[in-house]
């Protein structure tokens, strides 16, 4: 997701657009269908028709991605770009902020934004991926960082946490990383239950996690677009 204010004072929650978490635009309070005011559709990285639905390439791809940052970061930035060009948007020169919101990969992708220096107000992971290939540069992360994190995620274990933590300390980013006890790895997927069809290990919804963790993307995000 990444949105982008438009009104002084008035940044409410993005529609989500990651699978499994259509839910949250009614129940966390944001209208759907539709995009709030203040705010532009998202964006998101697609694997192609090729792919989609075939978990196996899907994997791949994710993973391909992951293993080159440089090209993560470009196939975001082109996203970012054509966000620019819609023509609800407002310019940074005429005061717009962009903002990017990532759930599990896409966390992964929105950390990447932000350690390559791209000019965003904020970055935002829920339950993604922490560790890197490409650490930060001092001085490199110029967004402000939220991680919302469950601490009983098997897939990002304590060592990436703590391993991020000193990065972006080493980078002197203004970064905050909150932690859900209990919570596993994709927390505000409703449809992650024990019996699903598409259930997977390490993967469960968790309402405390879920719902805290968008209060927290909420305060996170009118703090960082009013700015």
Known sequence: VVAQGQQAGHHPLP????PGAEHV?????????????????????????AVAGNRE????????????PALLVRRARAGLTALAGCPEAV??????RQAAVGFCFGGM????LARAGTGLAGVV???GSLATSRPAEPGAVTARVLVCHGAADPHVPLADVTAFAAEMDRAEADWQLVMYGRARHGFTHRDAVPGAPAAMPGVAYDRLADERSFAAVRTFLAETLAA
Not at 15 to 18: G, K, Y
Not at 109 to 112: G, K, M, R, T, W
Request: hydrophobic share 45%; proline share 13%.
């Open 15 to 18: 529609v989500p657009r990651h």
């Open 25 to 49: 635009a009614g129940e966390h309070g944001v209208p759907d269908p539709g995009v709030p005011a203040g705010l532009l559709p998202g964006v998101r990285i697609e694997a192609g028709p």
């Open 57 to 68: 390439r899907v994997m791949a791809c994710l993973l391909a991605l992951r293993d080159d």
């Open 91 to 96: 310019s940074p020169e005429a005061g717009g």
């Open 109 to 112: 992708a929105a950390l990447a």
């Open 125 to 127: 992971s829920v339950h």
